[in-house]
């Protein structure tokens, strides 16, 4: 499945093998240089790369959203520098990634921005939103897991994919997995629903909905394009690297032996743009 984003944030990159300490900036963008007064700077700290990361793209996300919704010049231009000033939070968050030996291309502002400015759409066609992304926990009767290796990074994970317009969620977990794997499975229930940039498990605004599903027949074969190995794989006996197993490993095999499981999601935060608590519930 090819990926459809300019700026190469494959959906593999829901990612990095568990991702190390966030190392934090002091920026003016954060605040953090006065203790005065009341508002953000007065009490918030320092900023972290995936706030950096939030920040910019929830910015430049309103800035397009309201350029889709008017005509006036005098508005059309303070969306436009709102924009710009989102691009140099974006580039500031790249940069920090690299710094941290994380995978990120170099973000040249102006480009940017005229990539922004180009997906600008009208109207209700113009309200950005999150991409949505599929995954696949799927189990066989040795109660192993199915993981791919994703052939652009040469990171394990379940299979995943984009959402595609005129299926279901659960009939994309489907047709993922037997194009990725070969395998054919039935969808057995919902088990995660998570946010890929407040996670930190990619960089670009994601919802991830994740299904367990079960092995019903086929054959292992990897896609030509997209995966370099499949294969089925013990709790502990996992490959490596592998991405985010703090985070889904064991929930995804209590499904798999058909352990009672809530839906994980993201509890909301309090305050919603500074809070620090961003573990899945």
Same mark, same amino acid.
């Given at each position: 499945? /090819?990926?459809?984003? *300019? *700026? ?7 990612? =990095? ?6 190392? &934090?900036? +002091? ?12 508002? /953000?700077?007065? &009490? #918030?700290?320092? #900023? ?19 350029? @889709?919704?008017? +005509? ?15 691009? +140099?939070? *974006?580039?500031? #968050? ?8 994380? /995978?990120?291309? &170099? ?13 600008v759409g009208t109207g209700v066609a113009g309200y950005v939103t999150p991409k949505v992304a599929v995954g696949a926990i799927v189990g066989n009767d040795e109660g192993e897991i199915l ?12 299979? &995943?994919?984009?959402?595609?317009? @005129? ?9 993922? =997995?037997?194009?990725?794997? @070969? ?5 057995? *229930? ?10 930190? $498990?990619?960089? $670009? ?35 490596? /690297?592998?991405?985010g197993t703090g985070l889904w490993k064991e929930h995804a095999f209590r499904a798999i032996r058909d352990e009672p499981v809530e839906v994980l999601f993201d509890q909301p935060r309090r305050p919603v743009w500074r809070a620090k608590d961003d573990k899945a519930t």
């Amino acid at each position: 499945m /090819p990926d459809p984003s *300019r *700026r190469n944030f494959e959906l593999a990159s829901l990612s =990095v093998p568990d991702a190390p300490d966030e190392k &934090t900036v +002091e920026p003016e963008l954060a605040g953090a240089g006065s203790n005065t007064g009341s508002g /953000p700077s007065a &009490t #918030a700290g320092s #900023a972290s790369t995936k706030d950096l990361l939030r920040w910019g793209e929830a910015l430049a996300a309103i800035a397009r959203t309201g350029l @889709g919704f008017t +005509e006036n010049l005098y508005e059309r231009e303070r969306f436009e520098e709102v924009l710009k000033v989102a691009g +140099e939070i *974006r580039a500031a #968050a790249s940069s920090q990634l690299r710094d941290e030996g994380q /995978p990120s291309g &170099t973000v040249v502002v102006s480009e940017l921005v005229q990539e922004w400015l180009a997906d600008v759409g009208t109207g209700v066609a113009g309200y950005v939103t999150p991409k949505v992304a599929v995954g696949a926990i799927v189990g066989n009767d040795e109660g192993e897991i199915l993981l791919v290796k994703r052939a652009d990074s040469g990171v394990w994970l379940y299979p &995943t994919g984009w959402a595609d317009v @005129g299926y279901s969620a659960a009939e994309v977990a489907v047709k993922e =997995v037997l194009e990725e794997t @070969g395998i054919e499975v039935e969808p057995v *229930r919902l088990v995660m629903v998570l946010d890929g940039l407040r996670l930190g $498990i990619t960089q $670009i605004p994601l919802y991830s909905l994740v299904f367990h599903l079960r092995a019903t027949g086929g054959k292992l074969s990897a896609h030509p394009l997209e995966c370099s190995q499949v294969g089925w794989f013990a709790e502990d006996d996992l490959p490596t /690297p592998l991405a985010g197993t703090g985070l889904w490993k064991e929930h995804a095999f209590r499904a798999i032996r058909d352990e009672p499981v809530e839906v994980l999601f993201d509890q909301p935060r309090r305050p919603v743009w500074r809070a620090k608590d961003d573990k899945a519930t």
